[in-house]
């Protein structure tokens, strides 16, 4: 009986140890130019699908129209997807356009300087900066998955899987 207890606490230990890391503070701007925060990105009682992208990015723009096609489902109607564009200042009309094109419905976001991008990178513990990169966040604002590049075939089920698991 000791021996299941050591291990049962360690087991504790181990997992409070891997908790979801928190979406970090962050100030990024919206289309108007206005400075959005976490507080006011994230909704509450909504889990948010956010992926980071640019406009130079095929995969990246292949993901935004997967995510075009998902996002009216009804599997994801309690789901807030966000787009931040990683694009430099001279990238961001580019990112705009493509957005606006191809009837992009959710809001797009924009991170020149990739502050938010490296403050999520350094919260989850990731050192590559390639892109795509969607994660998905609960809605107590804990990063619950981070996943890096782009796969049409699983994209939806996968995401999915992570949002069943939270909900």
């Not at 990238?91 to 957005?99: H, L, Y």
């Amino acid at each position: 009986m000791r021996v299941l207890t050591i291990i049962f606490l360690l087991c504790c230990t181990l997992f409070r140890a891997q908790e979801a890391p928190e979406l970090p503070q962050f100030n990024i701007k919206n289309l108007k130019n206005q400075s959005v925060n976490k507080d006011s990105l994230l909704k509450q009682g909504k889990i948010t699908v956010l992926n980071f992208w640019a406009s130079w990015c095929d995969p990246c723009k292949l993901e935004m129209l997967e995510i075009s096609q998902i996002c009216k489902e009804n599997e994801f109607q309690n789901v807030q997807f966000v787009s931040v564009t990683i694009d430099n200042a001279e990238g961001v009309n580019k990112a705009k356009t493509w957005f606006k094109k191809n009837k992009c419905s959710w809001s797009l976001y924009i991170d020149t300087q990739q502050d938010f991008f490296n403050k999520v990178l350094t919260a989850t513990d990731n050192t590559s900066t390639a892109i795509p990169v969607c994660i998905v966040i609960d809605k107590q604002g804990r990063i619950k998955s981070f996943n890096t590049g782009f796969e049409r075939d699983t994209y939806k089920e996968e995401l999915l899987e992570v949002i069943r698991q939270i909900e």
